[in-house]
DNA sequence: TAATTGACATACATTTCGTACGTCAATTAA
DNA sequence: TTAATTGACGTACGAAATGTATGTCAATTA
């Protein structure tokens, strides 16, 4: 019989938990080079050695930070994709939604941001979600003939960059959100026409 | 007359190139969190003391460097542009001698990665060369009937970022670079194809 | 019940940034 | 020509923050 409550691997994960969340809360708050290790771990109820103990060093554990985000993003924008009528719409809505995503400050911040500064490009290990799955949809699309044949895998990151860099300029403070979104989304439809097969 | 030979503001010029050179170097084989500057100050025969008179901190120091290069990169973006036989042609060009600057370890690193994590955006004070380039051109081939209306800079925007988020997989280190290379101008070509009047 | 593992805390050493202050040469004014 | 002042730059110090080494205690296992 297990010890009245949990069993002692739950009770690691619950901490793993913990300190994830409460870096994910600081490393969007403040940016990760201006988060003190020693704060957030304290915010959770725990010091340093169990940080360093779970994820070896601050970058570990933004590592896992940004694949708990990742997949939470690529499980979003795959339920948008499949409720699409059709598989072109459910590429435009893809798109769509990552750039709503994008304006989230904590995606920004953390994925955007940090971690690309930190690992060159997004870890190849949580490969962005993102452009996998844009990707996969690409070749679908190719498949059934209403995009013309091209290489998808760096399309498929041409699109990821150009809709993350939309949504710096669509998050500026100053002006209208609103309407950027909208002739951003203009302006991606355009760029996406050029796939089409005309 | 003047002291034999440099007048006093030459020298303070040349304390400020030292330290941009220096920090340059530093900045884009280290990264800029991993840069000590006591290391590149006494690489350029100086002290902290004179950069935190000049720049006033680390980041400060920074700016000047990114500054100094996208002048660069401007320039090199401008000459390429004006050699083209059309306006659409110098368009192209200019996107894929982006392309291929953007390969090019230290500007990878210090503008694609380091000043967006550090400063957001690449700071509007140095809006980015290439964006605001690229928009001009755009608002000429409008103007002259080559490419339909649209919101320019958020296109500009796009452009630049599926353009930088290609670089950072062409420069991948196993494979073929070269090869990359092309099928990202492939893409590429295809995504401004869209912009085209057909 | 004894032994061992490992999750986590604590204490310490090291590095690095930023600031305060000092110095000395170059310019300027008398 | 000389005295005064400015400012470029170095030096010394304090404050953090990271990473490591070590210790403890509970939970598993034999």
């Known amino acids: 019989m297990q010890p009245q409550r949990r069993t002692r691997a739950e009770m690691i994960e619950e901490t793993r938990a913990k300190l994830v969340a409460a870096a994910r809360i600081a490393f969007a708050s403040q940016g990760f080079a201006h988060t003190s290790m020693d704060d957030f771990t304290a915010a959770a109820g725990l010091t340093r050695g169990a940080l360093y103990h779970h994820f070896g060093n601050k970058e570990g554990l933004l590592l896992a930070v940004i694949e708990q985000i990742e997949a939470e993003v690529g499980d979003h924008l795959q339920a948008v994709s499949d409720a699409a009528p059709s598989p072109w719409e459910g590429f435009r809505r893809r798109c769509r939604t990552y750039l709503e995503l994008a304006l989230e400050p904590e995606i920004r911040r953390i994925i955007l941001q940090d971690a690309r500064a930190i690992f060159g490009d997004v870890p190849q290990a949580a490969q962005s979600v993102g452009i996998a799955a844009l990707q996969t949809s690409l070749d679908g699309l190719i498949a059934e003939g209403v995009v013309a044949p091209l290489h998808t895998n760096v399309t498929a990151r041409m699109i990821y960059g150009a809709v993350t860099e939309a949504s710096f300029w669509i998050a500026e403070p100053e002006g209208d959100q609103e309407a ?19």
């Open 180 to 198: 950027r979104l909208e002739q951003a989304l203009e302006g991606l439809e355009r760029l996406l026409g050029g796939l089409l097969i005309h």
